[in-house]
Structure formats: C-alpha cells, structure tokens
C-alpha cells in the first residue's frame, strides 16, 4: 500500500475486556515497531520486529500485552483484560532493514479508550 | 541497549526566534539520526535526517548537528513561524544486524505570533 495503515483508527471498550489492534506495514518493510503515546505524552516503545528475528519484547509494560507479526506483514497488538491507563494512542512505523535508507513511516495511529 | 536523552521537554519561543532541540544517545555504534515532527493529532513525519559520516545537514529554515565524539546531535530551526509549533522527537539507529530505532521523548515546541 501507499502508506502504513493502522487499524481501528477509534476504539472504546470496556473496562477488562481485551482488544486487537492491527497494523499493515509498507510492502517490503522488514522492521516494525508499536509505540504507545499517552495524551501530550512521547512515545513509549512496546516492541520491535525485524525480519525473522526474534523480537524485541522489552518495552511491553505487562503480560497483559502481546503483539505477532506474520512473516513481513501484518502485525496484531493484543491487549488482555484492558486497563483505564491502557487509553492511549498506539502507534505502528516500519521501515526498511538496516543501513541506507532507514526512515520509519508511521500510521495514523489506533486511539483506544477504555471506560 | 540504546538510550537516547531529548532535551527541553517543552521550548516556547517568539516568532522569528530560533529554536534548539537536543539528544544525547549512549551506543557509539548508532549510525542514523532522523528527526520527526508531530503536528496535533497528527502522526509523527520524518523532517530531517543525518549519518555518521556527516557532521551538519541544513534544509532551508532546518538543520541538524552531529557530534559523533560527544554523542550528541541537535535540531535548529531559524526563523521559525507559527506551524512549526508541534512536537520534535529525536531518534538514533543501530543495532548491526539487528537494527532499531530508539526515539526520545519528544519536545513540544510552541511558536507564539
């Protein structure tokens, strides 16, 4: 596609219910990464995927979160049992693998609200 | 793993002032340093970028600064209007085989008219 896209843009849900957010990356984009941004907040790193690598797994703030990638494509954050503090926007960027042209191109971003 | 420093957290300045963001980062390997741009609401967009192998990059009214040495790299922005009031996020790329990007926590720039 042209760009990354991100979905849902808009989610709310209920307090201790779990969500699924997904992300489709550039074709060819070997990398990417979910950010959490918390209002007037940065951005909070959850987890990094690069190829057949094992992912980077250091930035999921609890058990409760989980992401897959599938292969060089999709990836589906999960939050489980979801928390009033998991309202935030999450972000997805990918980008080309290593040296050259490395630049992370973002989504729009899913804005979850949990009530 | 890397860590990269953003300083100011918020920068106010008047029209037409300059405006200096800066970031340290910690992984002497760290090779690319992109800056983002995040206008409200919006999401973040790559404005400027610089290698190792460069110490000053300038585009029009943007430019950025490298210290390999200090590990510090900064953004400047001259002239600065009313839209460029967004938040700035640094990042710095390494990792070899495994690389990533690690960003800092952003600095909310206002521009007052």
């Known amino acids: ?115 | 793993g890397e860590n990269v420093e953003q300083h100011p957290s918020t920068l106010s300045v008047q029209e037409g002032d300059s405006a200096v963001i800066k970031c340290t980062y910690s992984d002497s390997a760290s090779n690319y340093f992109p800056w983002y741009k995040q206008e409200l609401g919006k999401r973040p967009q790559l404005i400027i970028d610089i290698r190792s192998n460069v110490g000053e990059k300038k585009d029009q009214r943007i430019a950025v600064t490298l210290n390999k040495t200090a590990k510090h790299f900064s953004l400047h922005i001259t002239e600065t209007q009313p839209e460029d009031s967004a938040v700035y996020f640094c990042a710095a790329g390494s990792g070899g085989s495994n690389y990533k990007l690690t960003f800092g926590k952003g600095t909310l720039l206002t521009v007052n008219p």
């Open chain 1, 1 to 115: 596609g042209a760009g990354v896209s991100q979905s849902p843009s808009n989610k709310v849900t209920e307090k201790g219910k779990d969500v699924e957010l997904r992300c489709d990356p550039i074709s060819g984009h070997t990398a990417l990464y979910w950010y959490r941004q918390r209002l007037g907040q940065g951005l909070e790193f959850l987890i990094y995927f690069q190829g057949n690598s094992a992912p980077d797994k250091s930035g999921l703030p609890s058990d409760r979160f989980s992401a897959e990638r599938t292969g060089e494509s999709v990836s589906t954050l999960t939050i489980q049992r979801t928390q009033q503090e998991d309202s935030a926007v999450y972000l997805c960027a990918s980008s080309l693998e290593g040296g050259g042209n490395t630049e992370a191109f973002f989504g729009q971003g899913t804005r979850l609200t949990v009530v």
